[in-house]
Nanobody, 119 residues
Framework: QVQLRESGGGLVQPGGSLRLSCEAF????????VAWYRQAPGKQRELVAA???????TYADSVKGRFTISRDNAKVTVYLQMNSLKPEDTAVYYC?????????????WGQGTQVTVSS
């Protein structure tokens, strides 16, 4: 059983920063591609940032230059550093990861963490 647990969300003023974390628990042999998605009320879930096991990261145009995705394979943890936050960044942020449990690859989602940007 593999689980992803996000943390670090909260209420922040425009221009502020937050750092989201996503830690994987359970039977984990290896962590492959990981990503952060977000879903605002009334909108579809969208990709925010992604990072493969090796290679270049990918960012949504709306967050380029403000958000940074990173990973610590030893800690099986993914981070999303969010700077210069805007009200339109308000959403539930979800971690997504492709994990090998020793037998097969599976795609997993976290439960989500709320980010609210408001004065």
């Amino acid at each position: 059983q593999v689980q992803l647990r996000e943390s670090g969300g909260g209420l922040v003023q425009p221009g502020g920063s937050l750092r989201l974390s996503c830690e994987a628990f359970g039977s984990i042999f290896s962590l492959n591609a990981v990503a952060w998605y977000r879903q605002a009320p009334g909108k579809q879930r969208e990709l925010v940032a992604a990072i493969p096991n090796s290679g270049m990261t990918t960012y949504a145009d709306s967050v380029k230059g403000r958000f940074t995705i990173s990973r610590d394979n030893a800690k099986v943890t993914v981070y999303l550093q969010m700077n210069s936050l805007k009200p339109e960044d308000t959403a539930v942020y979800y971690c997504n990861a492709e994990i090998h449990n020793g037998y097969e690859y599976g795609l997993y989602w976290g439960q989500g963490t709320q980010v609210t940007v408001s004065s």
